[in-house]
């Protein structure tokens, strides 16, 4: 009983693998060209908000990777939204997850899977 | 703006002088500094003869809202002689200045992005204090369009602004020092603070943006002395309230609203204006019904916060149509007939002007290309069902999420009886999608995407003039560039605007005709200018520093200004003689 529950309390503290390196490596590419010059070099805001950390993604935010993707997917870059390929949209979310805490993994994220995704973004940055 | 201020570094310095320090502290006010006058203390009574008084003491001059000045040294004939009296030097923070100075006699107070809070000599630009309020960075999720801080409020010894953070701070206008700080709500959630507050009988009255995030609007009024919390009304009807039956189960919840402009007051009939924002979430047919009280005018008891009656703009906005511009109280005859009335020129296209003792309309005279309203049908705006969006359609119309006129303050001057309109021309697309509400992210549920007008091709902006009696233009001077800065009216006959190449514009308010364009300031111009006067002399004030929403939101026709120089510098002309 009691192995069972810290292997469920080391399971909700250890973040899934969503993406891979590959696509966070792009997505450092597509970050720094579309979306730096608001949110920041370092993801720490600026004329948007902070995508990293606390103030970006706490636990008490409950948010999911679907509610954030969608708002890249669909609103993003600001201004001039569905402007970037499905898949510089996925490469940009894993950036965003790499700089969280997320690990990379050997499974791609996908576009459609992750505007339903119901997999709780937690960021692991405090 | 990390600097410890002046007056800090004075106090230090002092300190030392023992006994001395202590005897000069109780012969002089406590911030008198060399040049400095005593403060005056800001009455009720100030605050209702503000039109008369020689500083600019609240957001948009005085309770009637028309930003006129009754100052006529500075004239067409003599302004082209306008040469800087002082500046503030380059403040070093890349966002929008927006705010509006505050003058009460030789004192000066400013906001800049971020809130911070300047206090300077109004005649000689030293700087008396600052404040730089820490935002905590939770505040900065839900800013949909810049950092901005439009300026303070003044009652007593105190100048009181809101943060991005959703406190109130009052600070001691001579010295800085904090008297008192109210949160009125939680950062991270939706809302945000950027107006400046309205200080009446007493009671600082301030309402919250978030329109973007779901956020429900509401209008804070607090007790100027302490701060404590008197009367909070919110924007959206809920199921027990007048108006609760325009709004789908629970939907006022999250129904925006937002009254993220400060508002006006009429003294004769003790009644505070303020407008109400966009519906939340913008696409339409998630909440169907009038959703009362989003894009009206409120008209509002301000000792109690009882809704007296609304006029509703635009009823089931799908467009961002947001009814917050300034409601500008001014006397006008139209059809023979004499109203007390209201003047907006609306984010829908419509210049409104409507009867301020009962809230009906007078008329509703559109001022740039619309094909969203279709027209005005027993005294309400039209909307026009084929550009609606809908999940998967996509429409095309004008004017944009940005309106025919966004913020920035129009002007009125009675004299040439017109209005000065500062008009953004521009079309958008919108696509409806899915969304669900989720505390702190964009709560939209359209896709959107600014467009070139059709009808002015090359043409973003223009600063136009309105005959108050017919709701018709007199004139109007176009722009490749957006119009983006608010407006002055003075007695001298010369009204001022900003351009967002950084130049301050003067024009003969009958006419139209450019009497002066001011140097390059060094970054645009989106705030609203001020006209002053100390010891006799009539002075002109503007802050430059490019940003605000159009830069975020303008996408590809934002694009020759993409590089614009960014960071802030406040301006006054003087006449040279």
Known sequence: MALILSAAGAAAAAPPAL????????????????????????????????????????????????????????????????????????AALAYILSKNGYPAGSTALDYNASLGSSVPLVSQVK | MTKKSNFTRHLLATAGWGVCAGLLAMSLPQSAQAGQDAYTPVTASMLNGAQSNDGWLMFNRDYSGRNYAPFTQITPQNVSKLSVAWTSGKIDIPDGFEDTPIVNGDYMFVTTPKDHVIAYNAVTGAKLWEYDYQVPAAAYKTVCCDTNNRGVALSGNLAIFGTLDNHVVALNAQTGAVVWNVSIEDPGIGYSISEAPLVVNGKVIIGSGGGEYGARGFIQALDAQTGAKLWKTYTTAAPNQPGGDTWPAGAYKTGGGAPWMTGTYDPDTNTLFWGAGNPGPWLATMRPGKNLYTDSLLAIDPDTGALKWYYQYTANDTWDYDGVN???????????????????????????????????????????????IKGIVNGQAVGNDAVRPALDKTIFTCPSFLGGKNWWPAAVDPATNMAYVPTLHACMSMTGVPVSYAAGLPFLGETFKMEPDPASPGVLGSFQAIDLSTGKQVWQKKTAAPWDGGALATAGGVVFSGTPNGHLLAFDGKTGKTLWKSPDLGSGIIAAPISYEVNGKQYVAVWSGWGGVWPIWSGKLGAPLAKAPRGGQLYVFQVNQ
Request: glycine share 10%.
């Open chain 2, 326 to 372: 300034t409601p500008m109280l001014t006397n006008l005859t139209y059809k023979g007939k004499d109203y007390k009335a209201i003047v907006e020129a609306n984010r829908n296209g419509y210049f409104y002007a409507i009867d301020r003792t009962t809230g009906k309309l007078i008329y509703a005279k559109v001022f740039v290309h619309d094909t969203s």
């Open chain 1, 19 to 90: 993406y891979t390196a590959a696509q966070s490596a792009s997505g450092a590419t597509v970050f720094a060209q579309n979306c730096a010059m608001c949110h920041g070099a370092d993801l720490k805001g600026g004329a948007g908000p902070s995508l990293v950390g606390q103030s970006f993604a706490s636990a008490a935010n409950k948010y999911t990777i679907g509610a954030i993707f969608s708002e890249i997917a669909e609103q993003m870059p600001a201004g001039q939204p569905g402007s970037l390929t499905h898949d510089q949209y996925t």
